[in-house]
């Protein structure tokens, strides 16, 4: 998604919690021409969120004009077969993490005008719950419900929600 959208224009900030990765696709946009920055961050916590948000606002130099929430991890297993400790941590990342980057790109994308852009990544498991994933298709069910009352809320004053559910 970041390849895609650097090579549509955007400069791109690239957050994840291991800087290896994010380096080498910045390292790859940057040789393709586009604009890019890597970030480390642990995503599920309030801080780090805040930190990146105001990292790439900084580095890119300007307001953010789409974010692509993309953080998320799976776990399988059922809700009597997987292991709880893990639904937390997936709960806080797929769910409470995203929400809360949700609600900071809408309060700074609420001030800006031109194209607004959050793109939520779900999951068709959040529609089509599988008993083999029954923690991680509630995180992503949930996750589309948040995102479509943040749509209807924030969707009057231009700034679009978007929802994509792969799989």
Do not use: H
Request: one cysteine or more; aromatic letters at 4%.
């Amino acid at each position: 998604t970041a390849l895609a959208l650097a090579e549509a224009g955007y400069a791109v900030a690239v957050a994840a919690r291991r800087s290896e990765p994010v380096d080498e696709l910045v390292a790859e946009i940057e040789s393709s021409g586009g604009k890019a920055v890597a970030i480390t961050a642990d995503l599920p916590k309030p801080d780090e969120i805040r930190r990146v948000w105001t990292d790439a606002t900084e580095k890119l130099g300007g307001p953010i004009d789409c974010l692509v929430a993309n953080a998320g991890r799976g776990l399988q297993g059922g809700v009597t077969t997987s292991d709880d400790t893990q639904w937390r941590q997936m709960v806080e990342l797929n769910l409470t993490g995203t929400m809360d980057l949700m609600r900071l790109a809408a309060e700074s994308m609420r001030t800006g005008t031109g194209v607004r852009d959050i793109v939520v990544i779900g999951s068709v498991v959040g529609v089509n719950v599988s008993p083999f994933s029954a923690v991680y298709g509630a995180t992503k069910f949930a996750i589309g419900a948040a995102a479509e009352s943040l749509r209807r809320d924030i969707g009057k004053v231009g700034i679009r929600v978007t929802v994509i559910k792969p799989g």
